[in-house]
């Protein structure tokens, strides 16, 4: 049983548009989500994350916003840049333990 | 600061050979991971440690074990390869500093097993 899924392989995004990258999850005792990018032949690398306290954090470009009800969360990336293209993967995370939960990962691909 | 290192970065068994995956970090972190990235699967915790001499099991444990011989280092072995092992292998420290469990990734292992 897959605690954290995203439903979407791949996102192709045009240069200076939105990119909307999504994520769903099952368990509603997660305490904290992430957001992590990947490049080819990378280890992946920290970008945002949010508590389950809030719905909303925001770092520069990247915005992630967190609606519990629906136990879904998205990555936005304004404006995207062709270096945006990578592999996007969420995890989700509990403060009593000191594992994380990825998920399968989205493609975006930022073309000019 | 080097981060997390891994070695190798590349490497092709047969089918029932054994090796192991060097992970260090010089980060002082207390906690360090193994996974395992597939195709379509995403990143599988295949064993952790919360701290030195403390290991446990992840998700996808079979096949494999691991040994925490310091703070800084913490290795993964497989003794009897198969084809399923197959499959690019990162270490991962946790940040001490973080509140949300912000784990610091090596660069990868890319394992083929024939």
């Known amino acids: 049983d897959q605690q954290v899924k995203q439903n979407s392989p791949s996102l192709s995004v045009q240069e200076g548009r939105i990119s909307i990258l999504n994520c769903d999850y099952t368990?509603?005792?997660?305490?904290?989500f992430l957001w992590y990018k990947k490049y080819p032949a990378e280890g992946p690398t920290f970008l945002i994350s949010i508590s389950s306290i809030k719905d909303k954090n925001e770092d520069g470009r990247f915005t992630v916003f967190l609606n519990k009800s629906a136990k879904h969360l998205s990555l936005h990336i304004v404006p995207s840049q062709p270096g945006d293209s990578a592999v996007y993967f969420c995890?989700?995370?509990?403060?009593?333990?000191?594992?994380?939960?990825f998920g399968t990962g989205t493609r975006l691909q930022v073309f000019p | 600061n080097a981060g997390v290192t891994q070695t190798p970065k590349f490497q092709v068994l047969k089918t029932g050979q054994s090796m192991t995956l060097q992970c260090a970090q010089d980060?002082?972190?207390?906690?360090m991971y193994w996974y395992r990235q597939d195709p379509g699967m995403g990143l599988r915790l295949i064993y952790y440690?919360?701290?030195?001499?403390?290991?446990d099991k992840g998700e996808v444990p079979n096949g494999y074990n691991v040994s925490r011989l310091n703070k800084r280092e913490f290795s993964l072995r497989l003794e009897s390869a198969a084809p399923s092992q197959t499959s690019v292998y990162f270490c991962a420290s946790n940040g001490l500093a973080g509140a949300h469990n912000e784990q610091f990734f090596g660069p990868g292992t890319r394992l083929t097993v024939l």
């Open positions: 995890a989700a995370g509990s403060y009593n333990t000191d594992k994380l939960i």
């Open positions: 980060m002082n972190h207390n906690s």
């Open positions: 440690s919360a701290s030195e001499g403390t290991t």
């Open positions: 368990n509603s005792m997660f305490d904290y």
